[in-house]
């Protein structure tokens, strides 16, 4: 195999490389290799840490069936102010906008049990085909009924991009890629495509283009204004902290009633298992409703979709799949 012996940073060399044989070039290849950026086993192939710019491979690669969604229409309805303007707050007094991003995974069936059975609403900003998990529309896994069951229980449905790509840093194709085939995942599971997003690792740039992408595709951009950094706490003992942080974030707020917009996710077991149920009796004794980032803004039910009247959604009630709620051991936590 061949090796690099020399002292030289690893930018440095793939820099000159880039110079001297181009982007694309075998000696790069085979230098990414070498670093153990790049190989053939099934982390390599899988998003979002496979590397688009160098392999087919890629899970991201893979395309949802159906029609494209680039043709339906996008008018910009309501008063909740589309893409420029990102919203990092509530504004309706005294509610709680909890959000889940990331899934659906392995845990979002008990945690649906559990918002139901207090009675709350969530928002969930699902990604279509990350860490391995397969397509959400592949109803042969649990995802697409999980999103079906967010939907028919009032819960809201936005768009966490394809494959959790960070869209600052992509191209504008691949930018535009990563919310037209999660739109299409959506529209084969529900009818239709939403019209809230939140940008992996909380990234859209303007100098990017990323917010004038947003904006000429109709989405209102939802950022948060309470992290629980739940990502960074997942275990027995640690995830006090993300507990300490709300408690902090109530104790601190400027007035009573004042809303908050709260970030966690649920593929993340202490989240499903203990901080939301810590969240939810904590916000019912502050006198707060748990509800969806729609209802926090006071947007009406009627603006959260654009519906796909050409395409007619998967029905999984109709098919004879054997569901049963696994899937792969490792999640994302940004």
């Given amino acids: ?11 440095f060399l793939l820099l000159a490389l880039r110079l001297v044989y181009g982007r694309y070039s075998c000696i790069e290849t085979l230098l990414r290799y070498h670093l153990g950026w790049c190989g053939l086993t099934v982390d390599h192939c899988r998003s979002p840490d496979c590397q688009l710019d160098y392999s087919n491979g890629c899970d991201a690669n893979k395309t949802p069936q159906g029609r494209p969604t680039a043709d339906i229409p996008r008018p910009h309805v309501g008063n909740v102010p589309y893409g420029r303007r990102a919203v990092y707050s509530c504004t309706v007094p005294k509610t709680l ?6 899934g659906p995974y392995r845990y979002t069936s008990d945690l649906l049990n559990l918002l139901d059975s207090s009675d709350a609403k969530a928002t969930f900003f699902v990604t279509g085909i990350n860490s391995g998990k397969g397509q959400i529309d592949d109803f042969s896994m649990p995802w697409g009924k999980l999103i079906q069951r967010m939907h028919w229980t009032g819960h809201q449905l936005g768009s966490h991009s394809w494959s959790h790509q960070d869209l600052s840093k992509v191209k504008p194709s691949v930018r535009r890629d990563q919310l037209l085939k999660n ?17 992996p690792y909380s990234s859209c740039t303007m100098e990017s283009g990323c917010l004038d ?30 507990k300490d942080a709300f408690d902090q974030a109530m104790t601190r707020r400027d007035r009573p009633d004042r809303p908050f917009l709260a970030i ?45 009247h050409s ?24």
């Fill in 264 to 308: 966690s996710h649920d593929v993340h077991e202490q989240t499903v298992y203990n901080l939301t149920a810590y969240l939810l009796e904590r916000a019912r004794q502050e006198g707060y409703r748990a509800v969806t980032v729609g209802e926090c803004l006071g947007d009406p039910r009627d603006n959260w979709y654009r519906w796909d």
């Fill in 311 to 334: 395409a007619v959604p998967f029905n999984a009630g109709n098919q004879s799949v054997n569901v049963t709620l696994t899937a792969p051991e490792s999640g994302v936590s940004t």
């Fill in 97 to 102: 906008a909890l959000t889940f991003d990331d």
């Fill in 1 to 11: 195999m061949w090796s690099w012996s020399g002292s030289l940073p690893r930018w």
């Fill in 213 to 242: 992408d947003m904006e000429k595709l109709g989405y209102h951009i939802i950022y948060f204004d309470m992290d629980t950094n739940d990502y960074n706490n997942d275990s027995p003992d640690l995830i006090q902290r993300s």
């Fill in 183 to 199: 739109e299409a995942a959506l529209r084969n599971i529900m009818g239709g495509i939403p019209t809230y997003m939140r940008p």
